[in-house]
């Protein structure tokens, strides 16, 4: 077998779709995106592309460390992800060649379903509490806020408020027993985190995620001492080495990375498996389309640390198109009692509506990340 073309989708609302066609008719489907770069990720797809078209895409391993490692410079998002979405594709021609679920070819499940947790809002706080709500009518006993607003370096004990009254309306609006993830998402600087992890402790949250941002690792000790909640980091990391570092320094209690930005399935894995040696949970990022959730789908079923998986069903991105758009099966993702069934078809699981697919490319997207400032005119962390 050798492959024959790889072709990307640029579809609504933020997406990057991949097929990589073969000689022999098989096709396998894979999601390489960093938000808001679609266009720029879709270049790096087609530079691989030389060396990828002729081979035989069962040779995973041997052409994973042939995209990685051939060229002089390597690792970050862009690359990563063109890499990334490659090897979902290539896992998904092997399951479909032997009709079985990835998961199968490597090892076998350890679960049949897993937790999945609903993304409620806070990016600019107003009805989260009513959000938590009609996510727990819906069946999840999990959902994810972000915390706050534009925080500067030192802020004011107002803002600091406003997070504790609106986690405060979110665990009074569903109780006790719904867990409760609040994503700083590197919106927070060391001072203002240090405050707010304090403040935060008699919430009884589920993790903080991102309390500071990914470059600086070295607060993450003195940090975690502050609060008892899980801290959870790892979305703006890429590489196995990437996460080394995180793991030898301690303070993180849940890794998460995206096998859509930390070279596919072949990579996270071996991510989690370093996790598990340190006893560091996972819960891999997934804010993305159908491809990506069915490739962590396939992680979750063999990473023992694996706990809980995001999900982007009914997320505001979301707009133009969802979750369940993209596929032909809608019930592949059914979730009960907060939890999703792993996919046990061949492959990733997921048959693609590949009409559907090259009807929505035509029309596309130029999504971009926000470009939020302060009070007095710098840019803010978004």
Known sequence: MKITGLTTFIVPPRWLFLRIDTDEGLCGWGEPIVEGRAHTVAAAVDELSDYLIGKDPR?????????????????????????AG???????????????????????????????????????????????????????????????????????????????????????AVGPQIGIGLDFHGRVHKPMAKVLMRELAPFKLMFIEEPVLSEHLEALPELAALSPAPIALGERLYHRTDFKRVLAMGGVDILQPDPSHAGGITETRKIAAM????????????????????????????CHNAFIQEQSLG????????????????????????????????????????????????????????????????????
């Not at 995973?60 to 063109?82: K, T």
């Not at 594709?89 to 060649?97: E, S, Y």
């Not at 990733?348 to 999504?367: F, K, P, S």
Request: aromatic fraction near 10%; glycine fraction near 8%.
């Open 59 to 83: 040779h995973i391993e041997d052409l994973w460390s042939v995209m990685y490692r051939s060229g002089f410079y390597r690792g970050g998002p862009v690359l990563m992800s063109a890499i």
């Open 86 to 172: 490659i090897d979902q594709a290539l896992w998904d021609i092997k399951g479909k060649d032997l009709g079985q679920p990835v998961h199968a070819l490597l090892g076998g499940p350890v679960r049949e379903r897993i937790r999945v947790y609903s993304w409620i809002g806070g990016d600019r706080p107003a009805d989260t509490a009513r959000a938590a709500q009609q996510a727990v009518a819906a069946g999840f006993t999990a959902v994810k806020m972000n915390a706050t607003e534009e925080l500067q370096y030192v802020d004011t004990f107002a803002k600091v408020e406003q997070v504790l009254a609106n986690v405060q309306a979110v665990r009074d």
């Open 275 to 302: 996790a598990e040696a340190y006893d560091v949970a996972v819960a891999f990022h997934c804010p993305l389309g159908p491809i990506a959730l069915a490739a962590n789908l396939q992680l979750d079923a063999l």
């Open 315 to 382: 997320i505001h991105y979301n707009a133009t198109n969802d979750l369940l758009d993209y596929v032909e099966d809608r019930s592949v993702f059914a979730y009960h009692d907060g939890c999703v069934a792993i996919p046990g078809g061949p492959g990733l699981g997921i048959t693609v509506n590949e009409a559907y697919v090259a009807e929505r490319a035509a029309v596309g997207h130029r999504w971009r990340n926000p470009v939020w400032r302060h009070a007095d005119g710098s840019v803010a962390e978004w």
